[in-house]
């Protein structure tokens, strides 16, 4: 699975065009998404290896849709087998990616 990157050509075609440059297609989402999810997998991979937790600790990733100041986007946040990591970057139930949350 390739991930989606941000392509400064279609971005002005786009907003030149009229159309929307956030959100979930927008060309400006994954300048937000890809580095809040690489965070998360970093703090899972940190709190993991800190607990000494046994083999196949990772349990897969949780799907949310987290809203910007610019619109709303899917991200994919890391989970533990047991369920007890507690990330900071985007925390659970957290559904706003703002500086006042």
């Known amino acids: 699975m390739t991930k989606p990157s941000f392509d400064f050509e279609t971005a002005l075609r786009q907003l030149q065009s009229g159309q929307v440059l956030t959100g979930k297609d927008g060309p400006l989402t ?43 986007f899917g991200l994919e946040t890391p989970r533990d087998r047991n369920g007890s990591f507690e990330p900071q970057t985007v925390k659970k139930n957290q559904t706003r990616l703002t500086r006042h949350e």
């Open 30 to 72: 994954p300048p937000i998404k890809q580095p809040a999810e690489a965070a998360l997998e970093a703090e899972a991979g940190q709190y993991l290896e800190q607990k000494q937790l046994q083999p196949g600790r990772r349990n897969g990733h949780s799907k949310k849709t987290v809203k910007t100041g610019s619109g709303s």
